[in-house]
């Protein structure tokens, strides 16, 4: 079995109320997404998970798993009585490499 990371930002229809934007995190955290990182906080619609594969799966199979948690919430929210849409969602599975949060420097007064 390997593993992977995979991370997924997502964009609400500005109409989205806050409640279903927090009920939506909060679906995708009880199917283990991930929103925070070593106890810092992901940006507001950014979450990540490690996931296993088993020797025959790809990426592609991963990445398809992670649309489907997706819809899965989103559904969960409506089924809910909330309104929700995503406009958009970018899903990226990687095998290697580094992932973090990043600080970004303030810029100097001038």
Known sequence: MRSFIAT????????????????LRAHLVGR??????EGAAMPSTAVW?????????????????CARDLGD?????????????????????SGAGTYGLVTVPRPADG
């Not at 998970?49 to 798993?65: G, K, N, Q, V, Y």
């Not at 919430?73 to 599975?93: E, P």
Request: charged share 30%; aromatic share 4%; net charge neutral.
């Open 8 to 23: 997924m930002v997502y964009e609400l229809h500005p109409d989205t109320p806050p409640e279903a934007r927090k009920l």
């Open 73 to 93: 919430a989103v559904a969960a929210v409506a089924r809910a009585g909330r309104s929700i849409q995503v406009v958009r969602a970018w899903i990226q599975v």
């Open 32 to 37: 283990r997404w991930q929103d925070r990182h």
């Open 49 to 65: 998970i490690r996931r296993s594969a088993e020797d025959h799966e790809t990426t592609d199979d991963l990445h398809a798993a």
